[in-house]
């Protein structure tokens, strides 16, 4: 009954190290997506995924990539951390078209 | 586009009392709403959702929504909160044809106390 695993939990950068954040489904989702959430912003989209091996830019692309390689799999990457990419981040998955999303436990990410 | 105004940021409320919680929408397509609740240190987690039919939606925990298409809203209700229900709430919204990305509202963070 995993659903969506997200990991780390937790990390510290410095700036300008590199990283890569792990989501996995065990649900057969077409769709993911990496969010980021912020103290009075809500959460905004960073990538999307609608199926292996697309992805595509939300809101907050830069300074992000993405892979989806697998269907299961949607793996977020920082190649030179900054201190404004400290905040938590949340991977989500979909189903159909009705679907609700089914959120990880989120990322917290602090880089001094 | 679609967008979300959550109005209130913070809601506090005695245990027992009722709450509103509101959330406004702008889309001149029309939509699917959602409501989640996130807890202490936990992802989201879906409250309910409205699709089609019935305005009154109800979902998880004693809340219940309902859908006003004239006055673009969908606010969230419970009758009578407990201690637990302190989370914060995310109002969404999503095209409902084709892929649509789910856009958020900021959140009303609800404090329960005794």
Known sequence: NAGVTQTPKFRVLKTGQSMTLLCAQDMNHEYMYWYRQDPGMGLRLIHYSVGEGTTAKGE???GYNVSRLKKQNFLLGL????PSQTSVYFCASRGGNTG???FGEGSRLTVL | AQSVTQLDSQVPVFEEAPVELRCNYSSSVSVYLFWYVQYPNQGLQLLLKYLSGSTLVKGIN???AEFNKSQTSFHLRKPSVHISDTAEYFCAVRRNTGFQKLVFGTGTRLLVSP
């Open chain 1, 100 to 102: 609700e999303l089914f």
């Open chain 1, 60 to 62: 907050v692309p830069d």
């Open chain 2, 62 to 64: 004693g809340f219940e």
């Open chain 1, 79 to 82: 190649e030179s951390a900054a």
